[in-house]
């Protein structure tokens, strides 16, 4: 597990311009790291985080979780997520096969992604030409002018818990920020894979 200067801030705190207490500590983790992003502007390559456990961060890594700023309130019995950036995906390697590569110490509770991607709104499903492959389709789908740039921020526990955020480029606002656990289900299966034994 590296540790980037970078990384978000403890997700006790709240993030400026979101709920302080979103409804679980894994919504809260996605919605830090959507905000993290969105504080680097757009045009972003993926971003991989591990999650991991705050108390047990601040208990088996006090140097880390110093480095973090996460010295406070040792005995909050309140679980919370820390997430911590990974070192940045190989350039060029297809998002499917890099998490194909990926395994994670006990120590690592979940992992997160960030990415951003093109999409149709549902009402221009209808006419995507059929027999496309992979990448005539989004050449077709980057062509389009009903296309909307998204931000998405996928989590995944241990324990098949599952949360997202999803931010369009054209509403860019952290009120604006649509989460639920189903929203991006093949990245979360993707991410939920690198968990397998």
């Known amino acids: 597990?590296?540790?980037?200067?970078?990384?978000?801030?403890?997700?006790?705190?709240?993030?400026?311009?979101?709920?302080?207490?979103?409804?679980?500590?894994?919504?809260?983790?996605?919605?830090?790291?959507?905000?993290?992003?969105?504080?680097?502007?757009?045009?972003?390559?993926?971003?991989?985080?591990?999650?991991?456990?705050?108390?047990?961060?601040?208990?088996?890594?006090?140097?880390?979780?110093?480095?973090?700023?996460?010295?406070?309130?040792?005995?909050?019995?309140?679980?919370?997520?820390?997430?911590?950036?990974?070192?940045?995906?190989?350039?060029?390697?297809?998002?499917?096969?890099?998490?194909?590569t990926v395994a994670w110490p006990d120590s690592v509770a979940g992992c997160a992604l960030t990415v951003e991607r093109l999409m149709l709104p549902p009402s221009a499903e209808g006419s995507v030409p059929h027999g496309m492959n992979e990448k005539q389709l989004a050449k077709w789908v980057a062509g389009h002018p009903d296309r909307q740039e998204v931000r998405m921020t996928v989590a995944v526990l241990r324990d098949g818990a599952r949360e997202s955020a999803v931010r369009l480029r054209e509403k860019d606002s952290p009120t604006e920020v649509l989460t639920g656990p189903d929203l991006v289900p093949g990245l979360a299966e993707a991410l939920a894979a690198t968990f397998a034994d």
């Open 1 to 100: 597990m590296s540790s980037n200067a970078g990384s978000p801030s403890h997700p006790d705190q709240p993030v400026p311009g979101t709920p302080p207490m979103a409804a679980s500590p894994l919504t809260r983790a996605v919605l830090e790291i959507d905000e993290y992003a969105s504080g680097l502007g757009w045009d972003q390559p993926a971003r991989l985080f591990a999650l991991v456990d705050t108390a047990k961060l601040r208990a088996q890594a006090p140097a880390l979780a110093a480095q973090l700023g996460l010295e406070g309130a040792p005995g909050s019995s309140a679980p919370s997520y820390t997430p911590i950036e990974q070192d940045k995906l190989p350039a060029g390697a297809a998002l499917d096969k890099f998490l194909g």
